[in-house]
């Protein structure tokens, strides 16, 4: 295998077309399609186009999830520009991705996986006569409060055949809750652990956990991955002030 000159790391949005693509199938599809790139990928096996790319995603997105801003390392055994790397990507991508960013990484810089931390996740949540409108916004404020003031959070998983109660309160690093003004209804966005010693936090445990505080079912319309975040960057207290998101 040749030497690795290059080392990009591409964020890619994810819609509607693949969002009931699982983990293994969306890594497949990357890899087949940036085989004709054109691009000089570094990969592990030798194909009919010479090697297959090797492709590292830094974290599984759960199938019927849509993504913004999901970060891919791809490496190259050329140096090349960026608008070279861009545009190959850019017509390269699988049917429902999209490229949306991309940097010039070091070679030698920690593997992608090894660098995330948290996740910034957008869910929509629909509106209504029971749900929409400033009593609704007051009761889910209210709700996100008293989450976060709350020591422990049990939700029941799936586990070896069985069911376990896990206490999600430490997956929760933050929570916020606005009124959309085109339909009054609400969003909320979260930040959530992502693996490691802080355990993977997932959004539909974190409405579950709200809808015990409000006592109702809320009518969610769409989870959204916002960005995955890596060690060592600086993030807004708000992920919808983060300029990136």
């Keep these: 295998m040749n030497e690795v000159r290059q080392r990009w790391r ?5 819609g509607p077309a693949a969002r009931d693509v699982a983990h293994r199938d969306a890594v497949t599809a ?3 399609a940036l085989a004709t790139s054109g691009l000089p990928f570094a990969g592990s096996e030798k194909g009919p186009g010479g090697p297959r790319p090797r492709v590292t995603f830094a974290a599984p997105l759960p199938v019927g999830m849509l993504a913004e801003r999901e970060p891919i390392d791809v490496a190259l055994v050329d140096r090349l520009r960026i608008h070279e790397v861009r545009d190959a990507v850019f017509h390269a991508a699988p049917v429902g ?7 010039d990484v070091w070679v030698g810089a920690p593997t992608l996986p090894s660098l995330v931390v948290s996740a910034d996740y957008r869910v929509t949540i629909g509106s209504g006569d029971e749900t929409g ?3 609704a916004s007051r009761s889910m404020s209210g709700a996100v409060a008293g989450l976060l003031s709350s020591p422990r959070l049990e939700r029941i998983r799936e586990k070896g055949g069985g069911r376990v109660a896990v206490d999600v309160r430490p997956h929760v690093l933050g929570l916020w809750c606005t009124t959309r003004s085109a339909d009054r209804g609400v ?23 709200i809808e015990d505080f409000v006592g109702r079912e809320l009518p969610v319309e769409s989870i959204v991955r916002e960005r995955i975040n890596l060690a060592g960057e600086v993030l807004a207290d708000d992920p919808a002030d983060d300029p990136a998101a």
């Design 10 to 14: 591409l964020f890619v949005g994810r």
């Design 30 to 32: 990357w890899e087949a």
């Design 97 to 103: 991705y999209r490229l949306v960013d991309l940097e």
């Design 133 to 135: 409108g400033a009593d």
């Design 187 to 209: 969003a909320l966005r979260m930040r959530l652990t992502l693996g490691g010693a802080g355990g993977v936090g997932r959004p539909e445990e974190i409405v579950s956990s």
